[in-house]
């Protein structure tokens, strides 16, 4: 069964804020995110750097942390004020799922949690505010990112990831499917008015697929494309340019220095009326994936960065080599 | 004093939806929409064309109605959902706003009204579903219109208006004012997250200045020039392409055959942290009408659609010849 | 040793002027280049479709003839004037290489022949002037495409090729060689002043790999991909969007009904001067294929179609397998 | 009468080569066509600063000389060859055509001349090479020049300036009357294939318009104007974003710090074949100036950079001032 969203959540999620990585080379990591991105910095420590996109006015949408290994540390969501943190903890306390406060740097209340299926997140109500870069056009670089917009999370049980966060609220626009069954092999949910803030989709997990930030147009994803081939990084394309067919977005991914992947697309279309039905797209169906070119890299289907402490599990659906090839795009 | 967004307003308003435009020339007009802009002919009667966006799975954002005269009959909004119509119903009675429901088709529940400043407006709750057209892109013509954004209003009393609207919990996110004052000449509100749904500037009103679709991109809008150029609407350009310093909008603003004006934009930034102030523009800064270019004709400045049976009223403020000549940006 | 171009040539020629293909099902090809590439239809008749692209002022640049096998009939260079038809004619007479004089309708003095390593090919030195369609920007469609503007030809013999080609005046842009050596793997040659005309690359041959179409901006590629998905040819995309280190184009790779290959592609660099050296590639140098991205795929690199009645041979140079992967992008 | 091309000229010319212009502070005009523009700094001294567009493997396309006054000091044309320089010397010495050689650093034999409408101009055979930076995608910046294109003089005798210019073997492509006769208001003459490389309009003069660059595409126009906007030189923009009828050429003009005027434009078609006729623009035909949108700015019409030494003159013709209105697109 497809979960439907729950009308009146017990408290206001209202978009995908900031992704902490795990990077073995700080300098690194800044250079490649800074040059080959094109985000801004927004401050450096000795252990951390943060960052954020160009017309962000949150002080940060990514966190570089030192360490030892590549895991995505955990990836963060905005709740509407301070209250909905309180709300959050009362409604996790009561649905006996782990959390804790925590402190933040830059960060108003933040509440750390793992959702069912192992996703290490974190909520906050506020940042430090910063200018907006938009319009210091003479700053614009390689993909001219301008803001965060979703993450996407492989997870071994797609169909109880989807049940919780359509109970806080989150409202599916499209999903995948076994052909004729009901079987979720990925969830496309929303919550701020676009096709997407949270993505889950079938496989070994929980392991973050990647995080994505929206660019001004199709001639930015190109240009950072150049950028990424005239500063080396030209076989970390690991997807792209292309089109999905879910969400119509207009794509290029991208590996870092520690094979974190990061997206840059444009035009997602606005899904923001109730009446307006979900789009299932069957698993067999190749336009799913790209409406045209090439098949996705094997590296882009198959790795994906580990929480830190969160053992990877396999996923409880599995495909028949065939459906896998079609699922692929090797038809 | 800058009106602040109430935070529990009575009921939810989620984006702009429709506007009705009194035609003198119903097919005239129906080209122009479908060739020179773009946009796609859900359903046309003797009397009545309804048209939509790319991407919308709503019925219609634009209505063409067969008339005499070429007035804005009214400018719709989306309400989340039935529920949401009678509480607004409610809230109309008792705050002693003109109101009355109507009969619309392919719509749901519908609430006419006039807000304090008399524009026309309606509120609905639904719409027919039909088929998104985002991936046909083989129907793709002019300006790629994707969606219906917002609505600009000219006022006489931009005060007035601005604290209704934010009373009905929209939220301020750019203001222009009186240099070293707080007299509103312009209020830019949103609800759904980006820049603006609904806009007023001051000056002789109320009157429709133009409603406006976003497209995917720059290419998009030069596109559209030289099919309007081909099409021989070149000089009906009356501003653009070009940026704004408010809301930071890549714009192009054309006049339709009954000379109602239709924007074709780009690239609004996100709008959804509640610690995140609105942005001051004083009306001497000429950055605030464009970053770069030359001024907009007086054409744009002066001309609006009016609508039918409300007097326009002369503005409650004016500015000095000086103050005007930089509001012009003729400086 | 690298063959320079001889500066005084017996004739001149200006363009790549027009290829002509055999194609099984006339109509559905005709539609494949009207709708899925956007070039114009200048006239048809029972047997032959011809069409140009938009800013062509010429009567045809693509020839559809109705055949039973899907070969590429021939491809057609322009030369400055008729006398230059006459010089030609001289020249190859002298040199011995076949050639006969025949009727084309809507060209002036045609001159047909085969090159030293097969290649059929004709001169002509006018066409009937048809209007050119640039600024009806309301019939631009797909990929926006202006105007042929080069060929590349596999062939078993790169050095051959290249000798005769610049012996004819045509100028080395740029060259792929075994590392270390002087073994030509691929001759890029101009004549019009930008980086090629003619290409030949080394392979089983004579085999037309594309024939290309010059496009206004980055935009109309992606447009074109998107419209390619749209009318079901998604899957006939086999290379790109993507930039080649040779030529810096920006380029579209679609296989049509047929499988004949058309690229469209942007911003070729100028190549004038004559103090201007070529550019020299390592084949282990990937970056010549690809500057960024995904490695073409197999059916780019090895299918091409061959010309009626020319047997295809296999290249004098081969390749370790090594050298090979790296030649396909595989490392 | 239309002169036409002589079409065996003593010697070739290939292309707009390079303009040199006397600038108040040269520091602050580096910055500009660096950061503005886009432009790669070659070299500096004290005195002079060389830069080039980012495909040019030529040492300079734009020389910056300190000088007291804002002049333009001279536009470059390249020949063939050195034996070109030598026809050339040769040709003006018949001809009564004043010239000189000179010694310019970087480039080959030069030989400076004045043409009947007082032009001052060089030709020269070669430059030094540098790198091209066309692949150096992370070095691009603002409107991401390509390439030097041609430039347009103002004069008081298009007639003459034209005669000459054909005579030279220059063909043109386009041009402008009066309506019903053919007193030329402008021609546009090509030597490389597309539409202009020089190009004379009626005027006081001689005074050079602006000098033009080739762009990759629209997108880079609209991020130039941004750039501009951000670096405080919005205003400086005295025409476009806009199409010329006149070339099909997507525009944008900009003013330097000394108000010299540089193009930057996408989109020239192609023009080399013989037969194809130049195209008639009489000068009532406002589309002939833009296809779309508003009219010029004042500035754009009446300001040119003079030549020093050069007494500006009164055009032969001069029009209505109905026909002027019409001419500034103020219909």
Same mark, same amino acid.
């Given at each position: ?54 017309e962000?006015?949150?002080h ?6 030192r ?20 709300a ?15 402190e ?61 966060w ?22 496309w ?15 070994r ?31 970390e394309?690991?997807?792209? #340019?292309? *089109?999905?067919? @879910? =969400? %119509? !977005?207009?794509?290029?991914? &991208? ?22 039905? #979900?789009? *299932?797209?069957? @698993? =067999? %169906? !190749?336009?799913?994936?790209? &409406? ?19 053992a990877?599990?396999? #996923? ?7 459906t896998?090839?079609?699922? &692929?795009?090797?038809?």
């Open positions: 069964m497809l979960p439907v969203s729950n009308p009146h959540p017990q408290f206001s999620i209202t978009r995908a804020s900031h992704v902490v990585l795990g990077v073995t080379d700080l300098e690194r990591s800044r250079d490649f995110y800074r040059d080959v991105v094109g985000l801004v910095v927004t401050e450096e420590t000795d252990t951390t750097i943060y960052l954020r996109g160009l962000e006015a949150a940060h949408s990514l966190v570089l942390e360490s030892a290994a590549a895991h995505a540390h955990r990836i963060g969501l905005r709740v509407r004020s301070d209250e909905d943190i309180h959050a903890e009362r409604h996790f306390a009561a649905a006996g799922i782990e959390h804790r406060r925590v933040r740097d830059h960060q108003g209340p933040t509440l750390q949690f793992r959702d069912p299926v192992g996703t290490l997140m974190e909520f906050t109500s506020s940042m430090d505010v910063v200018d907006r870069k938009m319009q210091n056009y003479d700053e614009y670089r390689a993909g001219f990112p301008q803001r965060l917009d979703h993450y996407q999370v492989v997870t071994y049980d797609v169909q109880t990831a989807t049940e919780f359509t109970g806080l609220g989150m409202r599916i626009s499209e999903y995948t499917a076994t052909d004729g069954s009901d079987e979720l092999w990925g969830s949910m929303e919550v701020k008015g676009n096709t997407h803030d949270l993505v889950f989709t079938n496989g997990g929980p392991r973050l697929h990647h995080f994505a930030y929206a660019v001004p147009d199709g001639s930015s994803l190109l240009h950072a494309a150049d950028v990424a081939g005239a500063m080396g990084f030209g076989d394309i690991d997807r792209g #340019p292309g *089109r999905h067919g @879910i =969400s %119509n !977005a207009l794509f290029l991914y &991208l590996r870092d220095p520690d094979q974190h992947r990061v997206e840059l697309f444009n035009t997602h279309y606005q899904f923001i009326d109730l009446e307006t039905p #979900p789009i *299932r797209w069957d @698993i =067999s %169906n !190749a336009r799913r994936a790209q &409406l045209w070119g090439m098949p996705a890299s094997n590296r882009w289907f198959f790795e994906a960065s580990e929480f830190p402490g969160e990877v599990q396999d #996923p409880l659906l599995t495909a028949t080599p065939q896998l090839e079609t699922y &692929l795009g090797l038809h």
